[in-house]
C-alpha cells in the first residue's frame, strides 16, 4: 500500500505549521494495514461463499461500479474532513445536481453536464462562504443545506424524476464500458488519484491537513485559513457534481430522491479508512479502501440473498472496529 | 422557451448568486451571514375563502414522493371542483409528532370534517379520537389508526391485494414455472410485509414449487437503491424470469439495472401503485409489463367523501343513506390490454 507521507521539504514556516500533522500522518499506518487485511478477508469469504459469480471480473467491476457513486463523493469528503469539518449534505446535493442538469439538457449531454456540476459547485460555495466567512459550525451550515438542498431537488422537479434516456453521452457514462472497464469505474478511480496527488503532492494539499491540524499555527505559517476551509466544500461540492453525473447515466434519469442517507456511506468510508474526524490527519487511499470495504460487503450479502439487517448489522461492526482501532491507535 | 420547472432553477441560481456574491463581499469579516437559498417551501398553507360552506381540513405526511405528492394534488384539486368546499391543508412533515400538533392546529379551526393520513397509524391514532369525540368526522386516509373508533370511515389501497394480484399475473405469465426475484419497499413496514406476504402466499397456493423466488431484497422505495440491489442482483442469477417490485418510481431504477446489462428480453417486470411513467412504459410493451393500483385518486376520493358525511349524505347507488365505514380500493391489474383506462389516473 502506499504510503500517505508528507514531503516536508518546503518552507521553514510551512514546515513548522505541518509538523505535528506529518506525526498524525504516520500514525494511520496501522489502520492503512488493517483495511487491506478486511478487504482480503472479504474478497476470501466471498469466495468461499459463492464460487461461481463473487470472483469474476464481472461481479468485481460491478463493485467498482456500484462505489464509483460513493467512492466519488468520499474523495471530496476526505478533503472536508481533513479540515475537521464535515459535510451531511452531499446526498441532498446530488439530487439537487440531478435535477438541476436535468432541467438545464434534456435533450443534450452538455448542458445537463454543466448544469449538474455547475449547481453542485454552487451549493458546495454556499457550504464553504457560510462555514468559512459565515462562521456557521459545519455541522449546523451542512445540516441546513442538507435540508435545503432536498427541498430544492422536490421543488425544482416538481416531486418527479426527470428522464435523460435522450442523453447518449451520459448514458454512455453511466453504463458503457471502455476495453470492458465501465466509464464508472474508471471515473472513480481517476477521481481518488486526483484526489491523492492533490492531498499528497502539492502545496494545497498540505494547507488543507494544516488547517485540520493547528488553525492559529496554519495562519502563522501564512496559510489563508478561510480560504482552505472554503475551497473544500466546493471541492466536495464538485465531487458531489461528478457521482451525479454517473448516477443519473446509470439510472437514466434525475431522481430528486436520490443519494437518499449518501452522507452517512460517505463519512463512514473515510473514517473508517483512517481520516480522522477531529482533522489534521487524512488519507485517500484509507477512504478508497473505505469504500471498496462497504461496496465487496453489499455486493457479497445482496449475491447471497441475505437479509438487509444483516448487511447494516455488519456495517455497524465494521465502523466499530475501525474507530477502536483508531483509538488505540492514539 | 422556459418550462416552469427550468424557471425555478433559474429562480433558485438567482438567489444564490446573490447571497453568495453578498458574503464574498464582506471577505474576511465576520458579519457575513448564510443566504436564504436553502430553504423553499412549496405551496403554504391551504386556501381559505369565506361564506356558508363545507370546511374540510386535510393533513398527510411530507409529500416527498411521487405518490405522497399526488395525494396531496389530488386531494386539494377535488376541493376545488366543489364551491361549497372550504379546504383548509398544511404541508406535512414526515414525523408523527410534528403531524399531531398540525391536526390539534387544524382542529382549532373546527372544521366539518378532518381528512387524514397518518404518518404512523398508531401515534395519530390518540388525537385522531380526540376529533370525533369533538363531533368532526375523521376520514382516515390510507394508513389505518389503531382503533375503528378513531374514524368515521376508513378509505384506503389494498397492500396485500397488490401481492395477490401481482401473484396472479406472473403465475399466469410464467406458467407456474420459473425464478422471480422480489425488490421490496422500505423493510420494516406494514406495507411492505403485506405486498410480500399476499405474493408469497398467493404464488404459493397457486404454484406450489413452481415458481422459485430467488432473490428478495429491500430497495426502500427508491430509484437509485433499486437500481444497486438489481445490478447485483443480475450478477448473482443468471435466469430470472420476472421481477416483482412493490413500486412503480423504484422500478424505473430497477429497469434501469436490467437495460444496463441487457438482460431486458429475458425476464418480465411489475411495478405497483400506477404511475403515469410506469404506464407509459406498458403501453409500449416489453420488459414492464404490468402494474398494480395503489391509486393516489384515493385521496380525491376521501375528499368527496368528507363531504358526503358532513352533509349527512351518502352514496347515491347504495341503499343505505349514509357512507359506509370502510372503502377498501381494488388493486387492479393494469396490462397493455387495459392500460388506456387507467392512464389518466396516473401520477
Known amino acids: 500500500m502506499s504510503t500517505d507521507a508528507l514531503d516536508t521539504s518546503e518552507t521553514a514556516a510551512e514546515t513548522a505549521a505541518t509538523a505535528p500533522a506529518a506525526r498524525a500522518q504516520r500514525r494511520i499506518q496501522l489502520q492503512e494495514a488493517a483495511l487491506p487485511v478486511v478487504v482480503v478477508a472479504l474478497l476470501v469469504a466471498g469466495t468461499i461463499a459463492d464460487r461461481e459469480q463473487f470472483l469474476t471480473r464481472d461481479n468485481l467491476l460491478t463493485v467498482l461500479t456500484q462505489a464509483s457513486v460513493t467512492g466519488v463523493v468520499a474523495v471530496g469528503m476526505t478533503f472536508v474532513i481533513a479540515t475537521g469539518g464535515i459535510d451531511l449534505s452531499v446526498g441532498s446535493v446530488l439530487a439537487a445536481a440531478a435535477v438541476a442538469g436535468g432541467l438545464a439538457g434534456e435533450q443534450q449531454s452538455l448542458p445537463f453536464l454543466l448544469g449538474a456540476i455547475g449547481f453542485a459547485l454552487l451549493l458546495g460555495l454556499v457550504n464553504g462562504v457560510a462555514i468559512a466567512y459565515g462562521r456557521i459550525v459545519p455541522f449546523i451550515a451542512t445540516l441546513a443545506m442538507f435540508a435545503g438542498a432536498r427541498g430544492l431537488a422536490l421543488w425544482m422537479s416538481d416531486k418527479t424524476p426527470i428522464s435523460l434516456l435522450q442523453l447518449d453521452f451520459v448514458r454512455e457514462l453511466g453504463r458503457g464500458r471502455v476495453a470492458g472497464i465501465p466509464y464508472a469505474a474508471l471515473v472513480f478511480v481517476a477521481v481518488t488519484a486526483g484526489g491523492w496527488v492533490l492531498l499528497n503532492r502539492t502545496r494545497y494539499g498540505r494547507h488543507v491537513i494544516a488547517v485540520g491540524g493547528n488553525r492559529e499555527a496554519a495562519r502563522m505559517a501564512g496559510v489563508r485559513p478561510q480560504r482552505i476551509v472554503c475551497s473544500v466544500y466546493v471541492l466536495s461540492g464538485l465531487c458531489v457534481g461528478i457521482a451525479a453525473v454517473l448516477l443519473s447515466g446509470r439510472l437514466g434519469s434525475a431522481s430528486p430522491v436520490a443519494g437518499n442517507l449518501l452522507e452517512l456511506d460517505a463519512i463512514a468510508a473515510v473514517v473508517i479508512g483512517g481520516t480522522s474526524l477531529a482533522g489534521g490527519r487524512a488519507t485517500i487511499t484509507g477512504t478508497f479502501l473505505g469504500v471498496i470495504t462497504f461496496g465487496l460487503l453489499f455486493n457479497l450479502l445482496n449475491l447471497l440473498d441475505m437479509p438487509t439487517e444483516l448487511q447494516q448489522l455488519s456495517k455497524g461492526v465494521i465502523i466499530l472496529a475501525a474507530a477502536a482501532l483508531q483509538r488505540r491507535d492514539r | ?347
Open chain 2, 1 to 347: 422557451m422556459f418550462n416552469a420547472r427550468q424557471h425555478r432553477l433559474i429562480a433558485v441560481l438567482a438567489v444564490v448568486a446573490l447571497g453568495v456574491a453578498a458574503c464574498e463581499s464582506g471577505d474576511d469579516d465576520d458579519s457575513a451571514s448564510d443566504s436564504g437559498s436553502e430553504d423553499e417551501s412549496g405551496s403554504g398553507s391551504g386556501t381559505v375563502e369565506e361564506g356558508e360552506t363545507i370546511k374540510i381540513a386535510f393533513s398527510a405526511p411530507g409529500a416527498d414522493h411521487g405518490w405522497l405528492a399526488a395525494i396531496t394534488e389530488n386531494a386539494e384539486e377535488e376541493a376545488a371542483k366543489y364551491d361549497d368546499v372550504e379546504f383548509v391543508l398544511l404541508e406535512g412533515t414526515n414525523d408523527s409528532a410534528a403531524q399531531v400538533s398540525q391536526v390539534e392546529q387544524l382542529m382549532a379551526e373546527d372544521p366539518d370534517a378532518l381528512v387524514i393520513l397518518p404518518h404512523e397509524g398508531g401515534p395519530l391514532t390518540p388525537v385522531a379520537l380526540e376529533a370525533m369525540e369533538q363531533g368532526i368526522p375523521v376520514i382516515n386516509l390510507d394508513r389505518e389508526f389503531s382503533t375503528k373508533s378513531a374514524y368515521r370511515t376508513w378509505i384506503g389501497g389494498d397492500n396485500y391485494g397488490i401481492g395477490v394480484s401481482a401473484a396472479n399475473y406472473l403465475a399466469e405469465q410464467l406458467d407456474c414455472q420459473g425464478n422471480v426475484v422480489e425488490i421490496q419497499g422500505l423493510a420494516g413496514i406494514s406495507v411492505t410485509e403485506q405486498r410480500s406476504a399476499g405474493f408469497a402466499d398467493t404464488i404459493e397456493q397457486l404454484c406450489g414449487d413452481g415458481i422459485q423466488i430467488v432473490a428478495q431484497q429491500p430497495a426502500d422505495f427508491l430509484p437509485d437503491k433499486g437500481l444497486e440491489v438489481m445490478e447485483t442482483i443480475l450478477q448473482a442469477e443468471p435466469d430470472i424470469d420476472a421481477v416483482y417490485t412493490h413500486d412503480d418510481d423504484m422500478a424505473m431504477g430497477v429497469v434501469s439495472a436490467i437495460e444496463n446489462a441487457g438482460r431486458e428480453d429475458e425476464m418480465i417486470l411489475t411495478g405497483a401503485g400506477g404511475s403515469r411513467e410506469a404506464m407509459e412504459r406498458i403501453e409500449q410493451g416489453g420488459l414492464y409489463s404490468a402494474t398494480f393500483l395503489y391509486n393516489p385518486s384515493m385521496s380525491a376520493s376521501a375528499v368527496r367523501v368528507a363531504r358526503l358525511i358532513a352533509l349527512g349524505e351518502g352514496f347515491e347507488e347504495l341503499a343505505e343513506p349514509e357512507v359506509p365505514s370502510r372503502i377498501e380500493l381494488t388493486a387492479t391489474t393494469v396490462t397493455q390490454d387495459n392500460v388506456d383506462q387507467f392512464i389518466d389516473l396516473g401520477f
